[in-house]
Every structure is written in structure tokens, then in C-alpha cells.
């Protein structure tokens, strides 16, 4: 079916250096993406961003009072009339 010619092309376009360069990042990638895949889809351990805190909130039992007036802050009038 191939020629001689056709099957020492096919050959040497197998074996170069670029195909067997590309051959091995990707069969580095898949297995990298399938770690990953597998390390998010533990279903014994909860993945860590799933263990978010809850935030609690200071609880206030009654508003903080407001105070307008200078005495009750403490302060005096040093003003010299």
C-alpha cells in the first residue's frame, strides 16, 4: 500500500525531535490536569476553599449611647476672656 519512500518519510517525520517534543509536553499536561482534576474531587477530605469561616459579628445588647454634651466628655474650656 506505502511505498518505500512514503513509509522512510512516514518514519523520519515520527522520530523527529519536534514530534516527540510535543508528544511528551502533552502527555505531561493531561497528567497534570488529571492530578489536579483528582485533587478537587476528593470526596473524603472537603477541598479547602470549601472551608470558608463564618465571619461572627460583634453583638451589640443595646445601641451604643450618644453624647452631645462637653461635660460629659470631660473637657473644659480653657479659653482665657
Do not use: H
Not at 4 to 15: F, K, S
Not at 23 to 48: E, H, N, Q
Not at 49 to 73: C, G, N
Amino acid at each position: 500500500m506505502f511505498t518505500g519512500e512514503v513509509r522512510q518519510i512516514l518514519v523520519q517525520v515520527i522520530t523527529s525531535w519536534q514530534v516527540l517534543a510535543v508528544t511528551v509536553v502533552l502527555v505531561i499536561y493531561l497528567f497534570l490536569v488529571s492530578y489536579v482534576a483528582r485533587l478537587r474531587d476528593r470526596p473524603g477530605k472537603p477541598s479547602s476553599s470549601k472551608r470558608k469561616r463564618k465571619v461572627t459579628k460583634p453583638q451589640f445588647t443595646s445601641p451604643p449611647e450618644i453624647v452631645t454634651s462637653d461635660e460629659d466628655l470631660g473637657l473644659e474650656n480653657t479659653s482665657d476672656d
